[in-house]
Structure formats: C-alpha cells, structure tokens
C-alpha cells in the first residue's frame, strides 16, 4: 500500500519520526507540493492510495485524476483544504485531528497577552544594548506595564481552548466571561455567560477561541469595535478571517484598541500589503500557537491511529460521514 504525505515539513522538519506512519505501507513524505491548487498535487500523489495533507488542497479536479485514492487525513484539525463533499461522493472518508494542541493554544493566547502587558522582547533588547547599563535610574521601562489581576477577560467560543485560556486568566485573578458556545458544567465553573454584545462592552481583554462560521467571520469590525471599551486589547490566535483586519487597524491607530496580539491573519502567509503590519501595537507571530514539539507528536499518533482505524474497517475521526 502506498501512502503520501504532501506537505510533511511543517508537522515534522526533523524533529519528529514518520515510523509510525512507515509501518502501514511504503510511505513518501514531501516537504511540501502546493498550497494553491495545481497538477503538481495529482502527480505528487500518483498511485498512492492513502493520502496525508496539513494545508496542500484536495479539490474535485485532484480526486478525479486520482481515483485510486481510498483515504485522506489531515494533519489537523481544520478540514477546508479538502473537498469532503466531493470526497464523500466517492466513498473516500476524510479523517482529522480533533484535539491535540489545546494547552499549547490557550498557552500561547496568555504567551501574547503578557508580551503586550510588560513588553518583554524590547526591554531585553534594551538592556543587551547597553541602555539599563547607561541608566542614570536603577530602572527604566519604555512602554505603560499593565496588571491584570482584577480586569476582565471576554473569551468568544469557550471550548477546550477557551476553557484552557479562561482557567489561565482566573489564575491571574481575571475575571472572565464568556461568549459563542453553550454553556457547560466545567465552563461554568471558570466563566460567566454572556451574550455576545455584553461581552463586548465589558471586557478589558477578548480573546478568540471559535472556528470562522458564517456567524463569526468578520465579527470584529468598525461596528462591534465600537461596543467596546476604550484601551481594549484583542487576542486571535484561532482564525484571522473573524477579523475585517483595516477595521481593526485603524482602531490600533487611533487607541480605541490599545494592543492586539495576533497569531493568524486573512491570508497566510501574511501579505506585505495587510495593514496590521503597519498598525501601532500589533503584535503578530506566524501562526505558532499549535507548534510546540509535544502537540505535533499528538498529531501524528492520532493520525496513525486514524490510518490504522480506517484500515481495520472502522473509520474515526471522519469529518464527511
């Protein structure tokens, strides 16, 4: 049996083993083919009969000229970059990874908070040039340092994810609403429930924690930034088109929106002409929140497990059922 993997670098450049995957058959990783759609995906896949992707696109037209495919998994959990509908007219069950980087996200949405409360990367680079050693005072800070025991965090989807990251900020002695899900047990045990507009007039921090659905693509904008507090900070590090990015920067620009701390934009790679890049107290990283080395060893052992499910005439995980 034959397996491909087409776009392995990002899961793996090295630090991880694909043997997991090499015990099901004859397996060929690409660093990666294409993130946009090309022929090149078809002859990468060839004959190959199970067939692995992060972000490389699987449309129709590849699933035409690739019919000996029985099998796809995504290296992840979003499943956009595949056609499951046309999948699923040709019997080919489409598999994910439901949870694997949930305390490594919420980590990371804290990891840019912080950054934006203490500045910590410039004031390093401030003492490694000699500043805090030419100070006339025994301290110096560039920008205002923020406290946030006793402010108020609004987390829009309160899943696994946003559960981790509210349970962090009630650490921090935030108080923390929550917005975009159903309320639950253990949700309701960290956060109060709110609608939406609420969440928005109350919050000092918003964090996002929700997939981009008709219902939450471009819900920051002009009008909901508006409704919120003046100074509010922003944290996204789940989907960059849940935010209309001029909107967001011309709020950086003016101060309405103090800081934002991004980790996704609209389009990725992020274009040179997006205008956050150029906004005031935008922090940006390139999409990492989901990368630390333990998370990626989950995908691939969910992954296996999947491919070893499928094989065994009980598929998991299947997204086009």
């Not at 056609?83 to 694997?100: H, L, M, R």
């Not at 923020?146 to 559960?163: C, P, W, Y």
């Not at 909901?224 to 900070?233: L, N, S, Y």
């Not at 989907?239 to 003016?254: F, K, P, T």
Request: glycine share 8%.
């Amino acid at each position: 049996m034959k397996i491909v993997v087409l776009d392995g670098y990002t899961e793996n450049p090295g630090d991880l083993s694909w043997d997991a995957l090499k015990a099901f058959g004859e397996l060929t990783v690409y660093d990666r083919v294409s993130y946009e759609e090309s022929p090149k995906i078809a002859e990468a896949i060839g004959d190959a009969e199970i067939v692995f992707t992060n972000k490389t696109p699987i449309s129709r037209a590849t699933l035409d000229a690739c019919p000996q495919i029985r099998y796809i998994s995504v290296l992840a959990t979003g499943y956009n970059v595949v056609d499951i509908a046309a999948a699923k007219e040709k019997g080919i069950p489409v598999s994910n990874v439901p949870t694997y980087g949930t305390a490594a996200v919420g980590q990371f949405a804290i990891a840019l908070l912080l950054e934006i409360c203490h500045h910590i990367a410039h004031h390093s680079e401030a003492v490694h040039t000699g500043r805090w050693e030419a100070n006339p005072d025994w301290c110096f800070w560039d920008y205002p340092l923020i406290e946030l025991a006793g402010k108020t965090m609004g987390i829009i989807g309160f899943g696994k994810i946003g559960q981790t990251t509210g349970r962090i900020a009630k650490a921090l002695g935030m108080t923390v609403l929550a917005s975009g899900s159903r309320p639950t047990e253990s949700g309701l045990a960290i956060a109060e429930y709110v609608e939406r507009d609420e969440l928005f007039a109350r919050s000092d921090v918003i964090c996002l924690h929700c997939p981009a659905f008709p219902s939450t693509v471009n819900m920051i904008n002009r009008d909901t930034i508006a409704r919120m507090k003046d100074g509010v900070i922003l944290i996204n590090n789940s989907r960059g088109q849940l935010v209309v990015e001029q909107d967001l920067a011309d709020a950086l620009n003016s101060g309405k929106v103090a800081a934002a701390g991004l980790d996704v934009v609209s389009t990725e790679p992020i274009r040179g002409d997006n205008p956050l890049l150029k906004a005031k107290n935008c922090f940006i990283t390139p999409h990492i929140s989901w990368a630390p080395k333990e998370a990626r060893e989950r995908i691939l052992a969910c992954s296996a497990e999947n491919l070893r499910s499928f094989l065994a005439g009980e598929p998991q995980n299947v997204v086009n059922a």
